[in-house]
């Protein structure tokens, strides 16, 4: 992975880029104010998107905000987190701005590490930039092992849907993108709800786009969050399903064809075979109280192993094609 050291003398690092926040916000009045305040003078523009917030978050920030950046944008009816930033993102780019930071209003990402975010696209290292809270060894140590399962669990999904085998900490919304991924981006098309942050780093695949992870610490307050698991674990699951079907449509049959792309097909024929005819012989030897022939076993045994070591290939070779080059320093 290249440093920042390295790039400081690319094109993107030679000048200055013109960087705006938005803050998706919906009962977040008890946070909203300190955090705009706490917002440094390098970004030139804040969006707050009031997404038909029942405490008039709009309402508050217009009254009692006197900073000239803050612009309130509303909702007539409530569209989830991702639909509130993706107002946001639509008017960043119709206002021309090339980055875009997207900061939670309830005070939990600390505006003052934005420039630490936003530096790995300044520097023309990264296309999007995230938080990743699980970086540091004792924040790891601190958190409860529930959230560090649940964690572990929703970063294998992502991976694994997305493709950024490096990436940790996917429902992580500290993020920056750089203009020249975002305007590549179907955003009518990317999840409104809980599911965004997940199905962004999806879309960004498919466009090839350059994904960094930026350390920092996770910060909780007394908000209560209404992500609840037993309620988004399964469209969650059947959200990177969905996605990991398309992905390897995409890169592997549609826009190429690789040595990857058979290892797959034949590493699942494979282990299909296998499968099926192990189960097949095995319920018949039970139901006849005999064993299988050496022969029968082999032949099921083989495929399997075969199989098993095919997809591993491909996987192997999934790793390796995640993106290395920003889409930024191309279009330059």
């Not at 804040?46 to 405490?55: G, H, L, S």
């Not at 599911?195 to 930026?214: C, H, I, Y």
């Not at 996770?218 to 698991?229: C, G, K, Q, W």
Request: charged letters at 20%; glycine letters at 8%.
């Amino acid at each position: 992975m290249p440093s920042f050291a390295a790039a400081a003398s690319t094109p993107n690092a030679a000048h200055s880029l013109r960087m705006a926040v938005v803050i998706p916000s919906f009962r977040v009045t008890r946070h909203i104010l300190d955090v705009l305040a706490r917002i440094g003078s390098e970004i030139e523009r804040i969006y707050v998107v009031d997404d038909a917030c029942p405490e008039h978050t709009g309402d508050l920030v217009e009254e009692k905000c006197r900073d000239a950046r803050v612009i309130v944008l509303r909702h007539g009816r409530n569209r989830g987190v991702g639909g509130a930033v993706k107002t946001g993102y639509a008017q960043g780019l119709a206002d021309g701005f090339d980055v875009i930071i997207k900061v939670d209003g309830d005070g939990q990402m600390p505006p003052e590490l934005i420039p630490a975010l936003a530096k790995p696209i300044r520097l023309g290292l990264a296309d999007y930039a995230k938080g990743n809270r699980f970086y540091s060894v004792e924040d790891v140590r601190a958190m409860p092992r529930a959230r560090l399962f649940g964690n572990a669990a929703l970063s294998f999904l992502t991976k694994l849907s997305s493709g950024y085998w490096r990436v940790f900490d996917p429902t992580n919304g500290f993020t920056a993108i750089h203009r020249s991924a975002l305007e590549l981006l179907p955003l009518e098309k990317i999840s409104d709800g809980y599911f965004f942050e997940s199905d962004m780093l999806f879309r960004l695949a498919t466009v090839r786009a350059m994904v960094l992870d930026v350390p920092m610490k996770a910060i909780y307050n007394d908000e209560r969050s209404a992500l609840r698991i037993a309620r988004i674990l399964g469209p969650f699951v059947r959200g990177h399903l969905i996605n990991f079907a398309k992905r390897v449509a995409y890169n592997y049959f549609l826009r190429d064809f690789s040595a990857a792309s058979l290892q797959l097909v034949t590493g699942g024929a494979s282990l299909l075979f296998a499968t099926v005819f192990g189960s097949w012989h095995w319920m018949t030897s039970g139901a006849e109280h005999r064993f299988a022939s050496a022969g029968t076993v082999m032949l099921a045994a083989l495929p399997a192993i075969l199989g098993v070591q095919l997809l591993l290939a491909f996987l192997s070779a999934d790793i390796a094609a995640e993106p290395t080059i920003a889409l930024q320093q191309l279009s330059d």
